[in-house]
């Protein structure tokens, strides 16, 4: 069973707008992360940021994390058309240190 | 450091067959994963491992069987192949558990006739 859900799908922008991705999860968590895929390969690690966090950034990214609303997102800056991949939220839940993904969302960055 | 690796990168499969996956690390880490993904889907856990030795089940592990006997090494075998086992295999290894990233193999695309 997936604990998060990525919304939307799938997303299409232009090479340098803000590309905006939201997760919602269901159980309490330790900590949430956000990884990329890019096509035909393996899962890269974006961010974590843990329970008692409200907000975290590295480089062109931006997490956020409600725990009341149990959702987060991901906020891309001025994206480029290397960001152009899947990205998935995958949750460590309290009860439990196993992690579990949610489908994903696929962003394409038109140049 | 080559991180996680795996092989084979591809493998085709008739129906009852049997074979192993290797995934190998050289960061020293005690924890690694196998997971299955499907088009469309993000991943889901086969089985997972604690340690030198051990291995325990995961969400999905119907059909798959795994072994852990050198720290480095995360083996998981398909006795008899199936189609519903068609799909990309990723290992993954952690330092620690569930707190920090997992790191990824490139994974092994495998289709079952």
């Known amino acids: 069973s997936q604990q998060g859900e990525e919304d939307p799908q799938a997303l299409s922008i232009q090479e340098g707008e803000n590309a905006t991705m939201n997760c919602s999860y269901k159980t309490s968590i330790n900590n949430l992360q956000w990884y990329r895929q890019n096509s035909g390969r393996g899962l890269v690690h974006l961010i974590l940021?843990?329970?008692?966090?409200r907000e975290k950034h590295s480089g062109r990214l931006r997490v956020t994390l409600d725990t009341s609303k149990k959702s987060s997102s991901l906020l891309i800056t001025a994206s480029r058309a290397a960001d152009t991949a899947s990205y998935f939220c995958?949750?460590?839940?309290?009860?439990?240190?196993?992690?579990?993904f949610g489908g994903g969302t696929r962003l394409m960055v038109k140049p | 450091n080559a991180g996680v690796t795996q092989t084979p990168k591809f493998r085709v499969l008739k129906t009852g067959q049997s074979m192993t996956l290797l995934c190998a690390q050289d960061?020293?880490?005690?924890?690694m994963y196998w997971y299955r993904q499907d088009p469309g889907m993000g991943l889901r856990l086969i089985h997972y491992?604690?340690?030198?030795?051990?291995?325990a089940k995961g969400e999905v592990p119907d059909g798959y069987n795994v072994s852990r006997l050198k720290k480095q090494n995360f083996l998981l075998g398909l006795e008899s192949a199936a189609p519903s086992q068609t799909s990309v295999y990723f290992c993954?290894?952690?330092?620690?558990?569930?707190?920090?990233?997992?790191?990824f193999g490139p994974g092994t695309r495998l289709t079952v006739l």
């Open positions: 940021i843990r329970s008692n966090e």
């Open positions: 960061m020293n880490h005690e924890y």
């Open positions: 491992s604690v340690g030198e030795g051990t291995t």
């Open positions: 993954a290894s952690e330092r620690l558990r569930g707190d920090n990233e997992q790191f």
């Open positions: 995958a949750t460590v839940p309290n009860a439990g240190n196993m992690l579990t």
